[in-house]
């Protein structure tokens, strides 16, 4: 009897060993499927969100950089200002086609060529850009106490600030940061960079104080020496 009991016992404690084992094994499968599959789940989203991302967003972002800031600019007449739009080519016409062509362009190149030149010369005025600024003391007021100069040309800055930024508008980080975010429509209620003055002069000024002494001071950031996208 004691026999029996012994090789039941050893048979339940075989059995439990082979149940566990079969066990770790099947959750073992199951755990390396589901691996399988989340791996594939996470290679198809980065995979869709690499085709969604645009194209000029790379281009964008090297502009922090100086000097492909700069070559950017020396290869933008070779490439449109679109956020990775590539120009098409057009199809080499044929000899018929290119003789009309060439006399329509001829008839019209004396007035289009006027045109292009003025909206060119518009377009660049707008862009950011020092102008100037005459300050008349007595027309401000200031003539009373102020002797000597009776005004002055102080300057100032006006335009917009264009995509992308180069390095002629001097443009910090942080303001090329904001064009690509102001470009991209990535933040709600973010504006273009402002056009302002980023390098200041100082002048003297002869002048009255309180007690009718004649001063001679040294007045600085009054004369703007430069402007940038800020």
Same mark, same amino acid.
């Given at each position: 009897? $004691?026999?029996?009991?012994?090789? +039941?016992?050893?048979?339940?404690?075989?059995?439990?060993?082979?149940? $566990?084992?079969?066990?770790?094994?099947?959750?073992?499968?199951?755990?390396?499927?589901?691996?399988?599959?989340?791996?594939?789940?996470?290679?198809? &989203?980065?995979?869709? %969100?690499?085709?969604?991302?645009?194209?000029?967003?790379?281009?964008?972002?090297?502009?922090?950089?100086?000097?492909?800031?700069?070559?950017?600019?020396?290869?933008?007449?070779? $490439?449109?200002?679109?956020?990775?739009?590539? =120009?098409?080519?057009?199809?080499?016409?044929?000899?018929?086609?290119? %003789?009309?062509?060439?006399? =329509?362009?001829?008839?019209?190149?004396?007035?289009? &060529?006027?045109?292009?030149?003025? %909206?060119?010369?518009?377009?660049?005025?707008?862009?950011?850009? =020092?102008?100037?600024?005459?300050?008349?003391?007595?027309?401000?007021?200031?003539?009373?106490?102020?002797?000597?100069?009776?005004?002055?040309?102080?300057?100032?800055? +006006?335009?917009?600030?264009?995509?992308?930024?180069?390095?002629?508008?001097?443009? %910090?980080?942080?303001?090329?940061?904001? +064009?690509?975010? &102001?470009?991209?429509?990535?933040?709600?209620?973010?504006?273009?960079?402002?056009?302002?003055?980023?390098?200041?002069?100082?002048? +003297?000024?002869?002048?009255?104080?309180?007690?009718?002494?004649?001063?001679?001071?040294?007045?600085?950031?009054?004369?703007?020496?430069?402007?940038?996208?800020?």
């Amino acid at each position: 009897m $004691s026999i029996i009991i012994f090789l +039941s016992s050893q048979a339940s404690i075989y059995l439990s060993i082979y149940l $566990s084992i079969y066990l770790f094994i099947y959750l073992s499968i199951c755990l390396s499927f589901c691996y399988q599959e989340i791996k594939r789940d996470i290679l198809r &989203h980065e995979q869709q %969100t690499k085709q969604e991302r645009s194209p000029g967003l790379q281009k964008a972002i090297r502009l922090l950089n100086e000097k492909e800031r700069t070559e950017y600019q020396q290869q933008k007449h070779g $490439s449109s200002w679109g956020l990775g739009f590539k =120009r098409k080519r057009r199809s080499a016409p044929n000899s018929r086609q290119a %003789t009309e062509s060439h006399e =329509r362009r001829n008839s019209t190149s004396g007035s289009s &060529h006027g045109r292009n030149r003025r %909206t060119l010369f518009r377009r660049k005025r707008r862009n950011c850009a =020092r102008y100037e600024m005459y300050v008349d003391f007595n027309a401000i007021g200031w003539s009373g106490w102020i002797i000597s100069p009776k005004g002055y040309n102080a300057y100032h800055c +006006s335009g917009p600030c264009p995509f992308p930024l180069g390095q002629s508008h001097r443009p %910090t980080n942080h303001a090329t940061v904001q +064009s690509i975010v &102001h470009a991209l429509r990535a933040g709600k209620n973010v504006l273009t960079p402002c056009c302002v003055p980023d390098k200041l002069y100082s002048i +003297s000024l002869l002048y009255f104080d309180d007690q009718e002494n004649v001063i001679l001071k040294l007045y600085e950031d009054m004369v703007a020496a430069s402007c940038g996208c800020h």
